[in-house]
């Protein structure tokens, strides 16, 4: 049976590797065609921006968000008063082949859902 | 209706907060482990709209006295809630 | 119903590993099936043979290892998620030319696919913080 899943996506890139490992586990799931919506809230957004992490020798999340699209997650659901919180312009995320959708009420969003993985 | 389950301290990371912000009217939250912190009498409101239950187990580790508007509950009755709810979010950052 | 539990704090480091436990044994107690426990990111640590806590401190290992043996439980190890933190089955190192194994009886390494599949079979998924 198919289950309506979310991937809450709450940790910023780089300092804790279950942002890594949300977005490969995201990946895998859509690799199996059960692509679940994805929901970037808290410092989660700070996966969304500009990054270079070439300096710490790390290799670029980047590269998994922008996989996204071509595995049928086409659109990035991101909480609004997160990024407003953090000084974030909505127009600043760019992910090539990507709708980016801000949600204001996060609580009726994640509510439609069957299950929610939280990363 | 979401069952939030919340893991951390108030006072030292934003799940709580988070929780609180994403909670919608129907909802139901757990604090467990460290976020029992946030179930003693003097900690302010979380939210209106949903009940607040705490782990009892986890609270009486940590000589918690869980304030008037949050039940504490046992690992039966969490399980159960989480019978009653869908989905489950946990907060844990 | 059907629960999966997915987990992501290693044993000993952070209480969510031990509150999985508490939570695993409540749910079969009322009767509930346990279809999978899927250990990720730091969580892969549970599956390590080689945890040795002091004698008055509890034994994670042995309390999942008694609850897989009682209920025949699928302890899911994700195969990616270990190899990077050193937790190899025998296969796995010697095909990674590592000098010794260390997963856990009971425990299995598998891909992330186990942790989509039981997303669909399962009626809750119940995620366990580090």
């Known amino acids: 049976m198919s289950k309506n899943t979310l991937a809450l996506c709450r940790q910023a890139p ?106 | 209706m979401t069952l939030h389950i919340v893991s951390k301290s108030p006072y030292s990371s934003s799940a709580l907060t988070d929780c609180a912000s994403s909670c919608a009217e129907g909802d139901a939250i757990v604090l467990i482990e460290d976020a029992v912190y946030g179930a003693v009498e003097t900690y302010p409101e979380i939210t209106e709209r949903a009940p607040v239950y705490c782990l009892q187990s986890d609270a009486e580790a940590r000589g918690i006295v869980i304030g008037k508007n949050v039940e504490g509950i046992d690992e039966t009755r969490w399980v159960t809630l989480c019978t009653e709810h869908n989905p489950i979010v946990s907060w844990f950052k | 119903m059907k629960f999966t539990l997915v987990i992501y704090g290693a044993p000993h480091a952070s209480e969510g590993a031990a509150t999985a436990l508490r939570f695993a044994r409540a749910l079969l107690e009322a009767g509930h099936t346990l279809y999978r426990v899927f250990f990720y990111a730091d969580g892969i640590h549970n599956g390590s ?43 796995e190192a010697t095909r990674l030319e590592k000098p010794a194994a260390n997963l856990a009886e009971g425990f299995e390494l598998a891909g992330l696919g186990q942790l989509a599949e039981a997303t669909a079979a399962s009626d809750r998924i119940v995620t366990f913080g580090g």
């Open chain 1, 14 to 119: 780089y300092g804790n590797a279950l942002a890594r490992e949300g977005l490969e586990a995201i990946l895998a799931a859509a690799a199996m065609d059960q692509a679940p919506a994805v929901l970037f809230l808290g410092d989660g957004v700070f996966q969304l921006a500009g990054q270079k992490p070439e300096a710490i020798a790390e290799k670029n999340l980047r590269r998994n968000i922008q996989a996204l699209p071509m595995f049928d997650v086409e659109t990035l659901h991101v909480c609004k008063s997160s990024l407003l919180q953090r000084g974030i312009m909505p127009e600043a995320l760019q992910v090539p082949g990507a709708d980016i959708e801000l949600v204001e009420d996060c609580g009726s969003f994640i509510r439609k859902f069957d299950h929610v993985l939280s990363f």
């Open chain 3, 49 to 91: 043979a080689l945890a040795a806590p002091p004698q008055d401190e509890q034994d994670l290992l042995g309390q999942w290892q008694q609850l897989q043996q009682a209920h025949q439980l699928d302890l899911v190890v994700c195969i990616a998620a270990a190899q990077r933190r050193g937790l190899l089955s025998e296969s």
